[in-house]
Every structure is written in structure tokens, then in C-alpha cells.
């Protein structure tokens, strides 16, 4: 494998269709597409300033390396890549790719990250501010996770979470085959529209959680005191430590709490209307 160290570039395409490279305190300054069309590269405590500086690129480790804010649309296109313990500043990274794996990695602005991506493996990573990460992705897992971004996970499919917070309104929208564990889900509008949710060991928050959610399962979860409405037009099989202070016309299914503070079944109700709810003895 070829290196270059401790240099800068700058302009369009510096680095267009190179094969077999590490980089080692390399910056990449103004200018874009400063590494394009490329196939398994490296990059080690590098620098990157300029827009678009990683597109499709097949096979890529990235380490100790920092996006910008400028850099912005930053990686595209770009198969079977790993970045780890790395620092991005700009948005809409991520995006139309296969087997992204993360690592010990903190986005500043998520803002429309992880657009259609099929594969992501994300360790320890953080994300902060912007809307809409992860739309339309799948085959996602994740172990330990921090985000307050607005409303992420939506249109995801085959998603596997653990240990995560996550504090967001409408996360988890119109999505299929999600299983989380031990995590708080902190926002209003949890899970609307999807199929196939599994909660474990979960703390829940928000006003109207888990509505119009069909197959859907809580193992073991808490929710909070100022929850309401919960598990309307839903089918749900629902096992709640603690107090659930209110849920209001589920479809069908069972649901079984400590104590429930009040229950709404009005002339609104769906068919089969036919959910036991009770208290544990």
C-alpha cells in the first residue's frame, strides 16, 4: 500500500481514482471531491475541509480523522467502509451506501445522515442536532448510542438497538422489524405507523407513544408519569413495570402493568376491540 504523509491538497479531485493508499496527517483543504473514485484507501489522523471529499470509494478505514463543517455531503456512494474514533462537524453524511460500520464517532450536526444505507453497525456514537437521520436505511444494529436529534429512524427496516438514549420526537416512524433494548425512548409519537417493535427492558417518555403499531411488544419496560394516550388504534402485547398512567382504545392483544391509572375505550375504537388490559395481582 502506497503512502503519503503529512501533506495538504486542495483544488477538484486531488486524489481522483487512486487505488491502494494510506494517508497520515494528510488535510484535504478547499476545493471538493477531494478523494473520488477510489478503491481501498486509508485514512489516519487526517483532516478534511473541502465539500464531497469521499465519494465512491469501495473499501475504506478511517481513524482519528475530522469532517469539517464545511464538509459537508461528505461521504457518498462509498462501500464497506469502517471510521473510527473520529469527529464529523458537517451534515448529510452517509448516504447511499452498503456496510458502513462506526466506531467511538460523535456527529455535531446529523442533520440528514445515514440516508439509504443498507448495512450500518454503529458502536459508541453519538449524534447531535438535525432532522431525519437514518431515513430509509436497514439492516441496522446498534450498541451504545446517544442521539438528540429530531425524528430519527424513519422508513427503517431490520433495526437492532441496545443500550441507547435517545431523545426525539415521531423516532421510529412508519418502520418494520425493530427490537430495542435497555434504552430510553424520550418524545412525543414513539413508533407511529410501524410493524413488528419489540421493546426490552426500555424507559419510555413522551404524550401519545406506540399508536397505530401493529405487532407490537414491551418486555419488562417503565413508562413515564406524564405518558397518555398510549397504544391507540394499536395491536399490542404489552408487559409494563411500574405505573402507566393512561391508554386509550388498543385494538387487540393484552397489556399488564402494577397499577394504570385510567383506561379509554370509547365509541372510536377499532374492531376487534377485544385488548385485556389488567392490573398484576
Known amino acids: 500500500m502506497k503512502l503519503i504523509k503529512d501533506e495538504k491538497f486542495g483544488g477538484e479531485r486531488p486524489l481522483f481514482a487512486c487505488h491502494d493508499l494510506r494517508l497520515e496527517n494528510v488535510t484535504i483543504t478547499d476545493g471538493e471531491s477531494g478523494i473520488k473514485q477510489c478503491q481501498n484507501m486509508e485514512a489516519h489522523d487526517c483532516k478534511f475541509y473541502g465539500k464531497y471529499p469521499w465519494w465512491h470509494v469501495d473499501g475504506a478505514y478511517i481513524e482519528n480523522c475530522y469532517f469539517a463543517m464545511d464538509s459537508r455531503s461528505a461521504i457518498w456512494y462509498?462501500?464497506?467502509?469502517?471510521?473510527?474514533?473520529?469527529?464529523?462537524?458537517?451534515p448529510k453524511?452517509?448516504?447511499?451506501m452498503k456496510n458502513l460500520e462506526l466506531e467511538n464517532v460523535e456527529i455535531t450536526d446529523a442533520d440528514e445522515t445515514f440516508w439509504k444505507v443498507n448495512g450500518i453497525k454503529i458502536k459508541n456514537v453519538k449524534l447531535h442536532g438535525g432532522t431525519y437521520p437514518f431515513m430509509f436505511s436497514e439492516n441496522i444494529y446498534v450498541d451504545g448510542f446517544e442521539s438528540d436529534s429530531k425524528y430519527v429512524f424513519q422508513?427503517?427496516?431490520n433495526v437492532e438497538i441496545h443500550n441507547a438514549k435517545i431523545l426525539t420526537k415521531d423516532s421510529f416512524w412508519e418502520c418494520e422489524n425493530v427490537t430495542v433494548y435497555d434504552?430510553?425512548?424520550d418524545g412525543e409519537y414513539l413508533a407511529w405507523h410501524s410493524k413488528n417493535v419489540r421493546l426490552v427492558n426500555c424507559h419510555l417518555a413522551g404524550e401519545q407513544l406506540l399508536c397505530y403499531t401493529q405487532n407490537l411488544v414491551l418486555e419488562n419496560c417503565t413508562i413515564d408519569a406524564a405518558c397518555?394516550?398510549?397504544f391507540e388504534y394499536s395491536t399490542v402485547e404489552?408487559?409494563?413495570k411500574g405505573h402507566i398512567e393512561?391508554?386509550?382504545n388498543p385494538t387487540s392483544g393484552h397489556i399488564i402493568a402494577d397499577s394504570i391509572g385510567s383506561i379509554t375505550i370509547d365509541e372510536n375504537?377499532?374492531?376487534p376491540n377485544n385488548c385485556v388490559i389488567e392490573t398484576r395481582k
Do not use: H, P
Open 78 to 90: 462509498t462501500n464497506d467502509l469502517v471510521m473510527k474514533n473520529s469527529r464529523i462537524d458537517g
Open 93 to 96: 453524511f452517509f448516504r447511499e
Open 155 to 157: 422508513y427503517c427496516k
Open 183 to 185: 434504552s430510553v425512548l
Open 228 to 230: 397518555d394516550r398510549m
Open 238 to 240: 404489552a408487559d409494563i
Open 246 to 248: 393512561n391508554i386509550k
Open 269 to 271: 375504537v377499532r374492531q
